[in-house]
């Protein structure tokens, strides 16, 4: 099974960028689709964005339409979270995750493996 491991959270200051990594180990990530989520306290994990095996398809939430954008890198088994215009209230924990029946999202309980998250703070 895949392993995958979050970086490149941190702190921001609002409406700047960040780009947020996903590194697969043990199993190529050709095998998945990979999504993006997140989990502010006390509130439900949210959907972001997910991309087929290929990366010829994609799927966002309304909430980060145009500002975010996921890729994938299937030689290096690696996903992207480009984020842009961040608002404090995006503040949270980014988790990567594959689904192996390759669904594209929103519902997170499709997703099969999960990363530990990467915490991303966005200041006023």
């Known amino acids: 099974q895949v392993q995958v491991v979050e970086s490149g959270g941190g702190l921001v200051q609002a409406g700047g960028s960040l780009t947020l990594s996903c590194a697969a180990y043990?199993?190529?990530?050709?095998?998945?689709?990979m999504g993006w989520f997140r989990q502010a306290p006390g509130k439900e994990r949210e959907f972001l964005a997910a991309i087929s095996w290929s990366g010829a398809d994609t799927n966002y939430a309304d909430s980060v339409k145009g500002r975010f954008t996921i890729s994938r890198d299937n030689k290096k088994n690696m996903v992207f979270l480009q984020m842009n215009n961040l608002t404090p209230e995006e503040t949270a924990v980014y988790f990567c995750?594959?689904?192996?029946?390759?669904?594209?999202?929103?519902?997170?309980?499709?997703?099969?493996?999960w990363g530990h998250g990467t915490q991303v703070t966005v200041s006023s």
């Open positions: 043990g199993e190529t990530i050709e095998n998945y689709s």
């Open positions: 995750a594959a689904d192996r029946d390759h669904g594209l999202g929103p519902n997170r309980h499709t997703f099969d493996y």
